[in-house]
């Protein structure tokens, strides 16, 4: 079974400040990892996502990630908050059904973006 | 840029009555999902469908629940007899890969209270 944690419910950045979002994951597996954003009253995005290749994935929006196994985290960050970033971000593990992809979520953690 | 659409955006029904979730994937998707988040919770899956039949589904979709391709393009969640608890917003999905690195697109969710 795979699962993961998003350590914090709630961040808060200044515009122009570093974005760090952090999640832990486990599986019993090398896993897929993802990270989702859904702005209010939009769907989910997809931000980035690991799949083995890459440690250091980069995505849309300037956001990017880095996969440590020794650490089992999948922390996502950003250089410098935009106010469009205000959303809530979902750390993601894919698992495999064998035939179709199964996504496990964490909580989520609301990316709060002051002036 | 192709996207998965779901009607309707909300839908209001008293305890009891049957519901109808519609979605349209992606067109040349093959797998497609159903998922939930009930107001300040996880997004939990619900079930997945390969080849006009569901691959795996959750302890949440009981006999309640259903899901249909009845045509080439729609994607259908129904269930039967409402109740307080099925609350939430439902996510449709599709993706065209599956494994562990499939990709889901999402829609923007349609939002069900129940009365």
């Known amino acids: 079974a795979q699962s993961v944690t998003q350590l914090d419910s709630h961040v808060s950045v200044s515009e122009g400040t570093p974005v760090l979002l952090r999640c832990n994951y486990s599986?019993?597996?090398?896993?897929?990892l993802f990270w989702y954003v859904q702005h209010p009253n939009k769907g989910l995005q997809l931000l980035l996502k690991?799949?083995?290749?890459?440690?250091l994935v980069k995505g849309i929006n300037g956001f990017e990630a880095e996969f440590k196994k020794s650490e089992t985290s999948f922390h996502l960050t950003k250089p410098s908050a935009h106010m469009s970033d205000a959303a809530e971000y979902f750390c993601?593990?894919?698992?495999?059904?064998?035939?179709?992809?199964?996504?496990?979520f964490g909580t989520g953690t609301r990316l709060q973006v002051t002036l | 840029e192709p996207e998965v659409t779901q009607t309707p955006s909300h839908q209001v029904t008293q305890m009891g009555q049957e519901v109808i979730l519609r979605c349209v994937p992606i067109?040349?998707?093959?797998?497609f999902y159903w998922y939930r988040q009930i107001l300040g919770q996880k997004v939990e899956f619900l079930v997945s469908?390969?080849?006009?039949?569901?691959?795996?589904k959750s302890e949440i979709f009981d006999d309640q629940f259903s899901v249909e391709r009845p045509d080439g393009s729609n994607f259908t969640l129904k269930i039967r007899s409402t109740k307080l608890e099925d609350s939430a917003m439902y996510f449709c999905?599709?993706?065209?890969?599956?494994?562990?690195?499939?990709?889901?697109?999402f829609g923007e969710g349609s939002r069900l209270t129940v009365l």
């Open positions: 999905a599709s993706s065209g890969v599956s494994g562990q690195a499939g990709e889901l697109f």
């Open positions: 599986s019993s597996y090398s896993p897929s």
């Open positions: 690991y799949t083995s290749a890459a440690t």
């Open positions: 993601v593990v894919s698992g495999y059904t064998g035939t179709a992809s199964k996504l496990t």
């Open positions: 067109s040349n998707h093959l797998y």
């Open positions: 469908f390969y080849n006009n039949e569901i691959s795996e």
